[in-house]
């Protein structure tokens, strides 16, 4: 269960590493603060999530309708920008949200793969420094949260 296969490799996931959650464009960086073997499970904490423009759209449209719908004034500086070079797919703009303050999660870990050290390297120093909590905690757990959804939609099979 410490291993997973990636690439036809196999790595083993360890405590406090950093690993990646990918979907449609967007990566959920975190650490793995425990492994479940039992039910081959990670006690992940994400760190941040970092969306690309064309996924980035649709999701905002569909967080403003939600936070309209329940009273709920969006917040704009919610997150940051990437540079254009970050993001070297298409050269798109890349959003990066940050979730230290967010919710911890228990997920499959044969989902997960080990970040890069190249990929994180411009994205930690970004975050900020968690001391001092925002309000901007509940517009970042909604991003995360629609995250999760749509991952869960199209890997359902495996959960």
Known sequence: M????????KLPLKMGQIV??????????????QLIPDRQLCWFRPLC???CADVQSSLNSELKERSLEFGFAQQENSSRLL???FDSRN?????????????????PAHLFRPA???????LLPQLKDISHHSKETIP???YLNKFI?????????KF
């Open 91 to 107: 050269a798109e703009e890349t959003k990066l949200i940050d979730l230290q303050c967010g919710s911890d999660l228990l997920w």
């Open 49 to 51: 999530l970092v969306i």
């Open 140 to 142: 970042s757990q909604k």
């Open 20 to 33: 990646c959650l990918e979907h449609q464009g967007s990566n959920l960086y975190g650490e793995v603060i």
């Open 2 to 9: 410490d291993n997973i296969i990636f690439n036809s490799i």
């Open 149 to 157: 959804h749509l991952f869960w939609q199209a890997h359902q099979d």
């Open 83 to 85: 540079p254009a070079s």
């Open 116 to 122: 890069l050290d190249t990929e994180i390297i411009y």
